[in-house]
């Protein structure tokens, strides 16, 4: 066994004074390394949490006990330096938010007091003869005040984020070009990601759980521009060999296991230790305790339900209802209780007003028009956002398939028990065949009497 896949035991024996492990080596501690990841990176700050020093503007990080600096990136090759040079092993890297804040605390301390203040010592080799037995110290958050600085640090990293999120929510200076039709968007930055997710099928997520929005862009750009396919990572040779690839294979989204992203999304940053996978992964069984058997609260939040007509989103059925009656003039719970539209019905008018919308043609009256605003503006002005055709013109079976495959609105969709459609409004007696002789069915089966009429037909041709 090696050190960090026995932190468990060290952690659990910490207070107990020094420990000791006959297998451990120098070797194993190296192996180790294979399994740190980088922290998240943040633009510097000069404010610090308390009892942190604060950090310069270098891209350096000094080593804790001597004066050699390594680039923040190559943050695994200080680890090895200091396991190597001066028997130091930093306990979960990963769950370090600010690494080179973290170090230069620890410098200042550790010039402070002596390491056996803080560490715990684990003496390797402890069988064999004294002169090649060795100690290494484990800086780990059992220690009080080592746990104090990773929260300290967390904290600061999250109100960093939370306040540039919401800086570029409200920026309205934002530029860019759509990756896929070179389509130029200024405004806010939720412009070009709800055309990216209305238009080409590329959904990244609601644009208020994004942070650092441009720099996301400028990394799935270059992997474009690289010929780099978005989800698998594979390169081709040119671009459209690309563009075929990703649609056929429905890769024009991010493969959610790459870490790269993490540090894109806000959920990554809430909570201590645990990135989206965790969070989302923790099994809530232990709340059933605590819980309530009321559900009177109970609120569905389906994810980036787009409106029929524009490019507003909503995180709730509700919300995306009342912004088409307010903003269009489109009662959608209104037309289905008149028409008393059942679930399948309602999929086939929302398809099929998708449609008209991407041809850019006006359902009512049948006028096409070169963008969607001049068909949105007459169709408001007209009044025809209200007038659907007869219902023979949508109700066909080719509108079952979605318009967009992302479309979250079909999935909020559902049937009124107290709704009966006006053609239903008595039951359909279904009667089952009888399959006690199954040679006679066959004989008097329908397809019998289509194979014929196909065999004629042929026979004539």
Known sequence: EYLLSSLGVVKSQQMQGKLSCSTFHCKHILMTLQCILEPLSLPESPASPDGVATVESSPT???????????????????????????????????????????????????????????????????????EQDNYFLLCDVLPEDRLLREQLQQKRLREILEQQQRERYDTSFHSMCMFCDQEFTGNRSVLLNHMAREHAF?????????????????????????QCLYCEKVFRDKNTLKDHMRKKQHRRINAKNKEYDRFYIINYLEFGKSWEEVQSEDDRELLDNLEEDWSDWEEHPVCAVCLFCEQQADTTEKLHLHMQKSHGFDFLKIKSELGLNFYQQV?????????????????????????????SHMEETKHITFLPARSTWDQPQYYFPTYENDTLLCTLSDSEDLIPEDQSEAVPVVSEDISSLKALKQSSILNQLLCEENSSHDKS
């Open 61 to 131: 990080v000094p080593c804790i006990f001597c004066e050699e600096c390594y680039v923040l990136a190559e943050q695994n090759q200080l680890l090895k330096h200091m396991i190597i040079e001066h028997k130091l092993v930093i306990a979960d890297v990963k769950l370090v938010a600010d690494f080179k804040r973290y170090i230069l605390y620890w410098k200042k301390r550790f010039a402070e007091q002596p390491i056996t203040d803080f560490c715990s010592v684990i003496r390797t080799n402890s069988e064999a003869p004294l002169e």
């Open 348 to 376: 086939k008018l929302v398809n099929f007003i998708r449609r008209e919308i991407h041809h850019c043609r006006c359902y009512s009256c049948r006028e096409k028009f070169q963008s969607k605003g001049g068909l949105i």
């Open 203 to 227: 959904n990244i997520g609601l644009p208020d759980n994004i942070v650092n929005c441009y720099e996301f862009l400028a990394v799935l750009q270059e992997k474009l521009d690289n010929l």
